[in-house]
């Protein structure tokens, strides 16, 4: 009996043990859950009476709408299709509005400033010698077509571009919504159709310039220099100058790369990209076109009035010899040595007589 007692009273201690701490949740629960009603009915008496004071004030529904991460019901399922209102959309409005968009303005409109300071302090770069009427062939007809194919589409993208994000700044108060809307809607399309197009061209073009664009060791003593551009001394380089190289793989292959995988991203949203995705990529899309769009203006500069010869290089295909002797020596060192087979010809680069390609020849331009 003594034994049986001891068990009973052992069993019964264990039983209130476990019996405690499960009373002690059930009363917990049912007071949270008694709390959360009388919460719950305290929001609705709360909405009750704003809804009495202030009709249509429905301030802690867009509360429960535009919580971070919390999807709502919608009869289309997929990707955040359950989002109503996307919080970081008004972050991102902010930053376009009110740091990328003016930042780009200002740096394009100083860039601008700066290459016509320059122009009117230098002026253009002229030949020292008098052209000789030997003519090397400097870009292929292939080269020269890729060139201004890309040249053209960036043109397009950039004045679209520009009418799209400056527009509604810069053109909008001076010719109204009327106008401003028949320019903007069109440019917005051929915006986004050039874009791919400019994406092809820009591959083709950065396949075929690359391996003059290789660095060399002469690179570094030209840009130390400057290219002799402020002081007019001769800086021997090859086909391509140092400054050429870096709009090459600067303002070619990173920024507009960029400004094209950023672009097709928000060409074709039907690839399931999230919103966040889409403003991240738009933001980067603004800054490096804008950044390259500035640099370009300094491109076109030296490559049409900046520098005599550089535009009939490109234009037409052949610069004189006193050109690739002046601004391009160690190339043209090469063609005189037969290093480097090259078309020549006699007269002018808007007429050229083609003679036979050049194999070491003593005298470029020379018939064998």
């Known amino acids: 009996m003594g034994a049986y007692s001891v068990m009973s009273s052992w069993v019964g201690r264990l039983l209130l043990a476990l019996a405690v701490p499960f009373l002690l949740a059930l009363v917990l629960g049912a007071s949270g859950a008694a709390l959360a009603q009388q919460e719950a009915q305290a929001q609705r008496d709360t909405q009750a009476q704003r809804q009495q004071v202030q009709p249509g004030n429905n301030a802690p529904v867009w509360r429960e709408v535009r919580k971070e991460g919390q999807e709502h019901y919608t009869s289309i399922k997929g990707r955040e299709t359950g989002v109503l209102i996307q919080t970081l959309g008004e972050t991102w409005r902010e930053l376009r509005n009110g740091w990328i968009v003016p930042s780009v303005g200002w740096f394009l409109a100083a860039f601008a400033c700066a290459v016509w300071l320059f122009y009117r302090w230098r002026g253009p770069i002229g030949l020292h010698d008098k052209p000789t009427g030997r003519l090397i062939q400097r870009f292929t007809v292939f080269q020269r077509a890729v060139h201004w194919t890309n040249a053209i589409l960036f043109c397009i993208l950039a004045v679209s571009g520009l009418v799209m994000m400056l527009g509604k700044y810069l053109l909008l108060p001076v010719i109204g919504h009327t106008l401003f809307s028949w320019l903007a809607d069109p440019l917005k399309f051929l915006h986004n159709f050039a874009g791919p197009v400019f994406a092809v061209s820009m591959l083709i073009m950065a396949v075929r310039f690359a391996k003059d664009a290789l660095p060399s060791a002469h ?12 002081t007019d001394a001769h800086v021997p380089c090859g086909k391509m100058n140092a400054g050429q190289k870096m709009w090459f793989w600067g303002g070619l292959v990173v920024l507009s790369g960029t400004a094209v995988v ?41 490559g049409t009035i900046g ?32 290093k480097i087979k090259i078309e020549t010809a006699q007269g002018t680069p808007q007429a050229p007589q083609v003679a036979q390609v050049a194999q070491g020849l003593h005298g470029v331009g020379e018939r064998t």
């Open 219 to 230: 690179d570094l003593t030209w840009i130390l220099k400057g290219g002799g551009i402020v």
């Open 262 to 302: 950023t672009g097709l991203i928000m060409d074709f949203p039907n690839f399931d990209q999230t919103r966040s995705t889409m403003i991240m990529v738009n933001v980067i899309h603004s800054v490096a076109a804008g950044l390259v769009i500035a640099l370009s203006l300094y491109h076109i500069y030296m």
């Open 307 to 338: 520098i005599e010869g550089a535009y009939e290089g490109m234009r037409h295909g052949y610069v004189d010899e006193t050109y690739a002797k002046q601004h391009h020596s160690y190339w043209y060192d090469d063609i005189k040595a037969g």
